[in-house]
């Protein structure tokens, strides 16, 4: 309605409902048929020349069927002219459609540096939320990570001294920042799996020596990370709560700063479905509450719609193919223009039976007043629930039998006519099927994340060794012994150059050299107190012969030891010199150590395996894990094929959610939301639960060994929670945490990469544009950029935020990962938006006010995360973590542990004065570790009882409270709110007191001509559906006379070169 840039008709009062005289008469059937059609305002104008006869284009540029003002190109095409598209209209349509802002010289793009006010105001306070909440995530983000720092730095570079290893990280690898530019560091050497576990007695951890040093105990440290974790998640919660407050600030300041049609507009429900007269409704609204400007009434009429939208698609087509005939004028294109005009005679049918059988019926209104005083004189006084509907008196409802229902209406954008004639039980049956779809999405893509991850583990896993590599090391250059005559004789180090003989076999070829080689080894590399173990077959294993050794110093020995036989292998000089005349003699140890754990055979049957099966095949993941980190220079090196696989592994989880984020924006709307910010919001609630699912839940789910959660339940038990790791324990954050890390990163490349792409994109389709357009359209088309897709941009950000929560407290490192991403997605988001879209529609606070309502709950799932995560170490309980007994109750009783070590060296030194064999000595170190052997008899302690334990823990009861307080907060604040709002929807007059009264704020807008004639009006200016730029195109109408023209004419046209050089 206000598309017409009429001004002279807000000076005169509002014209009749009278239909103007058409061109072909009054008393024409086409004018009869526009007026009574069901729908008519949206539609009869439209549908009255569908039906005409050959010729649309009347003598004084008019045309019949729109009546609008037929361009120079329709009429240069009319009478067989061509005149090409003008790339400089292309470029002015787009000026218009996009992001600009008047300058000097016209319009001119926006400034990447425009404030949040000033977005706000120029597009609507949900781009200005949704950038506002990217920037305080970024910079809260920032600040845990601040707190959190001294975790990563200590966690990272604490260094172990025990007795039985070199100074090493408390993982056993050799990681820090010095060296990290080495490749040595990993992100798992920044995580509290870099903490030595409980069995190792690490008392004073050296952080600092200069000046002064600085001694920090294990147990203080520990304290110190759930401390620093707990002032990071208060700080969180506070943000939340300005940033609440912040955001209503914003919508406060943006809606007092631009002037909109729904500052002037309210939704009516609750007419009758036959109030089909606009005027009937609009001087109802103006008697009782002030001048009305517009009454546009919404119908049930989506069915033909679609049908409207499936016809423009037919004439833009039939609109290239007239442009190329009247071009080239081939029988080609005369044919196809002759089809495509039968399918939309057909199509014209199909609308014509509909509108004539069906009644559409009246489904709301929107009532556009003149002045805001009007428009909080009908909000004030109209009733808005169900129950003030109900008991609204006869005098004040419509036709004095309908009573009505108002709210504050919505920007015209925001609504979806197309869907208004879905009704609720169908809407609701409809979210049902979506629902179950995405559940089905996520069982899908839990198996194809389930599934790849097997393959990753059976790549990461494989223990295929070199035969060349083993031959070339143990028996010299060009295999020695194992090689061919030729091999031999060419003597190459290469081992690709090798060649084995035709008999070769691992197993008895290695072993016999083997053997009486790696007993030498364990001679040359036991020492004062530790004896090395490593016979044909078997796992390098360390025993104390003093004191007592844990599994986990026993493991870092192991890796120190292996690390040494490596380097002495390869350089004797490497070697320390106390051990450099045995090592001499010893100097194939590690090749024989690696050939005897890839090629020893059972030589008996056993429950895990039968005679003649290789013994590597029974070993758990973990030890192979070991073994190929041991032996990792023999390995096979992996084929282009494993690669890739390798790869795909590592980006499935980000592959999968972009495929989820494409599907689910593709159902979603077979939903049919009556408004598009719902269609966006229930876009990002899936898009983030699909996502989360896949990047945070799924793993812990696969790979988590808690099989007692679901024993008995089909399907889910053996499927779930039958994984390899009970805790997050070191070999938990080495083998998921760091990958999951790593996972983080690569989704900030993602949604930056696809804004580039699209930009890329965008570029390629102007060309191609360019060179392949037929009609003005077409390139107005190619020379738009995409929507702004905020709806999945808001669910990837909350899945960031969430799995960054989540698994914080562990990996701190993700807080500096999650402030990239916001950050980078603010800045390229903004620069996307104001440089390549078009300027979307004016976005309500919906999906700001939903990102709210998830983002609390981060904390909660951090809290209870963190607790079971602080809490894999044990600490004292809470009511010993003040006391005296501090250490007591950590470690146990000193006289215990003292009596226990001296019955150790008791029972060695007897067996060595009654000529033990090395069996017994070797048994007696097995059993010297009581912890080990307390370990062993417990095994896996009960989950209520280890929840317990956890709770009562000093580390892990605030977090348990915090968590209780939230619950117990969030669930009384839900209750008192539901209460509220059912009180005051029962009582509506207990709303009118002066202590409850909530007054409508009076924003002193100006009247809504004077906004209107003056341009201070944002947005779209009617509720009009033809107005709106979503739906012209759905009315699109081709621009060729009736009758395809019989012959090309030949035209000069050197007249229209000029506005199409570029083009060319």
């Given at each position: 309605?206000?598309?017409?840039?009429?001004?002279?008709?807000?000076?005169?009062?509002?014209?009749?409902?009278?239909?103007?005289?058409?061109?072909?008469?009054?008393?024409?059937?086409?004018?009869?048929?526009?007026?009574?059609?069901?729908?008519?305002?949206?539609?009869?104008?439209?549908?009255?020349?569908?039906?005409?006869?050959?010729?649309?284009?009347?003598?004084?540029?008019?045309?019949?069927?729109?009546?609008?003002?037929?361009?120079?190109?329709?009429?240069?095409?009319?009478?067989?002219?061509?005149?090409?598209?003008?790339?400089?209209?292309?470029?002015?349509?787009?000026?218009?459609?996009?992001?600009?802002?008047?300058?000097?010289?016209?319009?001119?793009?926006?400034?990447?540096?425009?404030?949040?006010?000033?977005?706000?105001?120029?597009?609507?306070?949900?781009?200005?939320?949704?950038?506002?909440?990217?920037?305080?995530?970024?910079?809260?983000?920032?600040?845990?990570?601040?707190?959190?720092?001294?975790?990563?730095?200590?966690?990272?570079?604490?260094?172990?001294?025990?007795?039985?290893?070199?100074?090493?990280?408390?993982?056993?690898?050799?990681?820090?920042?010095?060296?990290?530019?080495?490749?040595?560091?990993?992100?798992?050497?920044?995580?509290?799996?870099?903490?030595?576990?409980?069995?190792?007695?690490?008392?004073?951890?050296?952080?600092?020596?200069?000046?002064?040093?600085?001694?920090?105990?294990?147990?203080?440290?520990?304290?110190?990370?759930?401390?620093?974790?707990?002032?990071?998640?208060?700080?969180?919660?506070?943000?939340?709560?300005?940033?609440?407050?912040?955001?209503?600030?914003?919508?406060?300041?943006?809606?007092?700063?631009?002037?909109?049609?729904?500052?002037?507009?309210?939704?009516?429900?609750?007419?009758?479905?036959?109030?089909?007269?606009?005027?009937?409704?609009?001087?109802?609204?103006?008697?009782?509450?002030?001048?009305?400007?517009?009454?546009?009434?919404?119908?049930?009429?989506?069915?033909?719609?679609?049908?409207?939208?499936?016809?423009?698609?037919?004439?833009?087509?039939?609109?290239?193919?007239?442009?190329?005939?009247?071009?080239?004028?081939?029988?080609?294109?005369?044919?196809?223009?002759?089809?495509?005009?039968?399918?939309?005679?057909?199509?014209?049918?199909?609308?014509?039976?509909?509108?004539?059988?069906?009644?559409?019926?009246?489904?709301?209104?929107?009532?556009?007043?003149?002045?805001?005083?009007?428009?909080?004189?009908?909000?004030?006084?109209?009733?808005?629930?169900?129950?003030?509907?109900?008991?609204?008196?006869?005098?004040?409802?419509?036709?004095?039998?309908?009573?009505?229902?108002?709210?504050?209406?919505?920007?015209?954008?925001?609504?979806?006519?197309?869907?208004?004639?879905?009704?609720?039980?169908?809407?609701?049956?409809?979210?049902?099927?979506?629902?179950?779809?995405?559940?089905?999405?996520?069982?899908?893509?839990?198996?194809?994340?389930?599934?790849?991850?097997?393959?990753?583990?059976?790549?990461?896993?494989?223990?295929?060794?070199?035969?060349?590599?083993?031959?070339?090391?143990?028996?010299?250059?060009?295999?020695?012994?194992?090689?061919?005559?030729?091999?031999?004789?060419?003597?190459?180090?290469?081992?690709?150059?090798?060649?084995?003989?035709?008999?070769?076999?691992?197993?008895?070829?290695?072993?016999?050299?083997?053997?009486?080689?790696?007993?030498?080894?364990?001679?040359?590399?036991?020492?004062?107190?530790?004896?090395?173990?490593?016979?044909?077959?078997?796992?390098?294993?360390?025993?104390?012969?003093?004191?007592?050794?844990?599994?986990?110093?026993?493991?870092?020995?192991?890796?120190?030891?292996?690390?040494?036989?490596?380097?002495?292998?390869?350089?004797?000089?490497?070697?320390?010199?106390?051990?450099?005349?045995?090592?001499?003699?010893?100097?194939?140890?590690?090749?024989?150590?690696?050939?005897?754990?890839?090629?020893?055979?059972?030589?008996?049957?056993?429950?895990?395996?039968?005679?003649?099966?290789?013994?590597?095949?029974?070993?758990?993941?973990?030890?192979?894990?070991?073994?190929?980190?041991?032996?990792?220079?023999?390995?096979?090196?992996?084929?282009?094929?494993?690669?890739?696989?390798?790869?795909?592994?590592?980006?499935?989880?980000?592959?999968?959610?972009?495929?989820?984020?494409?599907?689910?924006?593709?159902?979603?709307?077979?939903?049919?939301?009556?408004?598009?910010?719902?269609?966006?919001?229930?876009?990002?609630?899936?898009?983030?639960?699909?996502?989360?699912?896949?990047?945070?839940?799924?793993?812990?789910?696969?790979?988590?060994?808690?099989?007692?959660?679901?024993?008995?339940?089909?399907?889910?038990?053996?499927?779930?929670?039958?994984?390899?790791?009970?805790?997050?324990?070191?070999?938990?954050?080495?083998?998921?945490?760091?990958?999951?890390?790593?996972?983080?990163?690569?989704?900030?490349?993602?949604?930056?990469?696809?804004?580039?792409?699209?930009?890329?994109?965008?570029?390629?389709?102007?060309?191609?544009?360019?060179?392949?357009?037929?009609?003005?359209?077409?390139?107005?088309?190619?020379?738009?950029?995409?929507?702004?897709?905020?709806?999945?941009?808001?669910?990837?950000?909350?899945?960031?935020?969430?799995?960054?929560?989540?698994?914080?407290?562990?990996?701190?490192?993700?807080?500096?990962?999650?402030?990239f991403f916001c950050v980078t997605i603010a800045y390229c988001d903004k620069r996307h938006l104001l440089r390549v879209c078009r300027r979307p529609p004016r976005y309500g606070t919906s999906l700001a006010y939903f990102a709210l309502q998830v983002v609390p709950y981060a904390g909660l799932v951090h809290l209870l995360v963190g607790m079971w995560m602080h809490t894999h170490f044990v600490t004292p309980r809470v009511g010993y973590a003040t006391g005296p007994d501090t250490n007591s109750a950590l470690l146990g009783d000193d006289a215990y542990v003292s009596a226990l070590r001296e019955s150790t060296r008791n029972a060695f030194a007897n067996a060595l004065a009654t000529g033990a064999s090395l069996g017994d000595i070797l048994a007696i170190a097995r059993n010297a570790s009581s912890r080990e052997a307390a370990s062993r008899g417990i095994g896996y302690a009960p989950i209520p009882d280890e929840i317990n334990r956890r709770i009562l823990q000093a580390n892990g009861f605030p977090f348990f409270l915090c968590a209780l307080f939230f619950v117990a907060g969030s669930v009384a604040y839900k209750v008192l709110t539901t209460f509220w709002n059912t009180f005051k929807a029962c009582a509506p007059c207990f709303t009118t007191?002066?202590?409850?009264?909530?007054?409508?704020?009076?924003?002193?807008?100006?009247?809504?001509?004077?906004?209107?004639?003056?341009?201070?009006?944002?947005?779209?200016?009617?509720?009009?559906?033809?107005?709106?730029?979503?739906?012209?195109?759905?009315?699109?109408?081709?621009?060729?006379?009736?009758?395809?023209?019989?012959?090309?004419?030949?035209?000069?046209?050197?007249?229209?070169?000029?506005?199409?050089?570029?083009?060319?």
């Amino acid at each position: 309605m206000y598309g017409r840039k009429s001004k002279d008709r807000y000076f005169a009062d509002k014209a009749p409902s009278t239909p103007p005289a058409k061109a072909n008469g009054a008393g024409s059937p086409e004018d009869a048929h526009a007026t009574n059609t069901p729908g008519g305002s949206m539609f009869g104008r439209f549908t009255s020349g569908l039906r005409r006869g050959t010729k649309s284009f009347d003598e004084g540029g008019v045309d019949a069927r729109t009546g609008k003002k037929i361009t120079k190109r329709a009429l240069a095409r009319a009478k067989g002219v061509y005149i090409p598209p003008s790339v400089e209209e292309a470029m002015e349509h787009r000026d218009e459609t996009h992001p600009r802002v008047q300058g000097q010289r016209g319009l001119e793009v926006y400034p990447l540096n425009i404030g949040i006010g000033d977005l706000g105001v120029e597009m609507g306070p949900g781009i200005a939320l949704y950038f506002f909440f990217l920037q305080w995530m970024g910079g809260m983000f920032f600040v845990l990570f601040f707190i959190n720092l001294p975790t990563v730095l200590v966690a990272n570079a604490a260094k172990y001294y025990g007795p039985h290893s070199a100074s090493r990280n408390s993982t056993g690898y050799q990681a820090s920042w010095t060296n990290a530019l080495a490749g040595e560091f990993d992100f798992a050497s920044t995580t509290l799996g870099s903490i030595a576990p409980d069995d190792v007695d690490e008392d004073d951890w050296l952080v600092y020596r200069g000046l002064f040093s600085i001694h920090v105990k294990k147990v203080d440290f520990l304290f110190g990370c759930a401390g620093a974790d707990l002032v990071g998640v208060f700080l969180f919660f506070v943000v939340m709560f300005f940033l609440q407050r912040r955001q209503n600030a914003i919508v406060a300041a943006v809606d007092e700063d631009s002037i909109e049609i729904s500052d002037y507009s309210v939704t009516v429900k609750g007419l009758p479905e036959d109030a089909t007269d606009k005027e009937e409704v609009r001087c109802f609204f103006e008697l009782k509450f002030g001048k009305v400007v517009d009454a546009v009434l919404a119908r049930n009429d989506g069915v033909l719609l679609a049908l409207f939208k499936n016809r423009s698609v037919l004439a833009m087509r039939k609109d290239e193919l007239h442009a190329k005939h009247v071009k080239r004028g081939t029988k080609h294109t005369a044919r196809a223009m002759e089809k495509i005009t039968r399918k939309i005679e057909i199509m014209d049918d199909e609308i014509e039976k509909l509108k004539s059988k069906r009644n559409f019926k009246t489904k709301l209104a929107f009532v556009t007043f003149s002045d805001e005083e009007s428009l909080l004189d009908c909000l004030q006084a109209s009733p808005r629930t169900w129950l003030g509907q109900y008991l609204m008196p006869e005098e004040e409802k419509f036709r004095g039998t309908h009573a009505y229902t108002v709210q504050q209406a919505p920007a015209p954008t925001d609504v979806m006519f197309e869907n208004l004639d879905v009704s609720p039980r169908s809407r609701f049956f409809r979210r049902l099927v979506i629902v179950l779809v995405t559940c089905l999405l996520l069982v899908v893509s839990f198996a194809a994340i389930t599934a790849i991850s097997v393959v990753k583990a059976k790549l990461s896993l494989s223990t295929a060794m070199d035969p060349r590599k083993l031959a070339l090391a143990i028996g010299g250059p060009g295999g020695g012994v194992y090689g061919t005559a030729e091999s031999k004789a060419l003597r190459s180090v290469d081992p690709l150059a090798v060649v084995l003989t035709q008999d070769f076999n691992g197993t008895t070829a290695f072993r016999a050299v083997c053997e009486t080689q790696l007993s030498l080894c364990e001679s040359a590399y036991s020492e004062a107190g530790v004896l090395t173990v490593m016979p044909w077959g078997t796992p390098l294993t360390v025993f104390s012969v003093v004191d007592p050794m844990s599994a986990s110093e026993r493991r870092i020995k192991g890796k120190t030891l292996m690390g040494e036989i490596e380097m002495c292998g390869e350089d004797e000089t490497l070697c320390t010199e106390s051990r450099r005349p045995a090592v001499l003699a010893t100097q194939t140890c590690h090749a024989c150590y690696c050939a005897g754990l890839k090629y020893k055979r059972w030589d008996e049957h056993g429950e895990t395996h039968v005679m003649g099966d290789l013994a590597i095949d029974s070993y758990s993941d973990l030890e192979i894990a070991e073994i190929r980190e041991q032996c990792d220079v023999f390995l096979q090196e992996p084929g282009e094929f494993q690669n890739v696989l390798l790869l795909v592994a590592v980006l499935a989880v980000t592959v999968v959610n972009s495929g989820l984020k494409v599907v689910i924006k593709s159902i979603s709307f077979f939903e049919c939301p009556v408004s598009f910010i719902e269609l966006q919001k229930n876009v990002a609630e899936k898009v983030f639960v699909a996502q989360f699912f896949n990047t945070a839940v799924s793993s812990l789910v696969i790979n988590a060994a808690l099989p007692e959660l679901v024993k008995g339940v089909p399907i889910l038990d053996g499927t779930v929670f039958s994984g390899t790791y009970r805790d997050f324990d070191q070999a938990w954050y080495q083998a998921i945490g760091g990958p999951l890390m790593v996972t983080m990163l690569v989704n900030t490349i993602g949604p930056v990469g696809g804004n580039l792409f699209t930009e890329w994109f965008g570029s390629v389709n102007r060309f191609v544009g360019r060179a392949t357009a037929w009609t003005q359209h077409s390139l107005d088309e190619a020379y738009l950029g995409p929507e702004f897709d905020i709806a999945t941009r808001y669910g990837e950000v909350l899945m960031c935020v969430m799995v960054t929560m989540m698994y914080g407290s562990g990996m701190p490192l993700l807080y500096a990962f999650a402030c990239f991403f916001c950050v980078t997605i603010a800045y390229c988001d903004k620069r996307h938006l104001l440089r390549v879209c078009r300027r979307p529609p004016r976005y309500g606070t919906s999906l700001a006010y939903f990102a709210l309502q998830v983002v609390p709950y981060a904390g909660l799932v951090h809290l209870l995360v963190g607790m079971w995560m602080h809490t894999h170490f044990v600490t004292p309980r809470v009511g010993y973590a003040t006391g005296p007994d501090t250490n007591s109750a950590l470690l146990g009783d000193d006289a215990y542990v003292s009596a226990l070590r001296e019955s150790t060296r008791n029972a060695f030194a007897n067996a060595l004065a009654t000529g033990a064999s090395l069996g017994d000595i070797l048994a007696i170190a097995r059993n010297a570790s009581s912890r080990e052997a307390a370990s062993r008899g417990i095994g896996y302690a009960p989950i209520p009882d280890e929840i317990n334990r956890r709770i009562l823990q000093a580390n892990g009861f605030p977090f348990f409270l915090c968590a209780l307080f939230f619950v117990a907060g969030s669930v009384a604040y839900k209750v008192l709110t539901t209460f509220w709002n059912t009180f005051k929807a029962c009582a509506p007059c207990f709303t009118t007191l002066p202590c409850l009264r909530k007054d409508l704020t009076f924003e002193g807008v100006p009247a809504f001509e004077h906004a209107f004639m003056t341009d201070k009006l944002v947005g779209a200016h009617t509720y009009e559906m033809r107005e709106l730029p979503k739906y012209k195109d759905f009315f699109f109408e081709s621009k060729t006379p009736g009758a395809t023209p019989q012959k090309k004419r030949q035209v000069d046209e050197r007249s229209f070169r000029g506005e199409n050089d570029e083009r060319r």
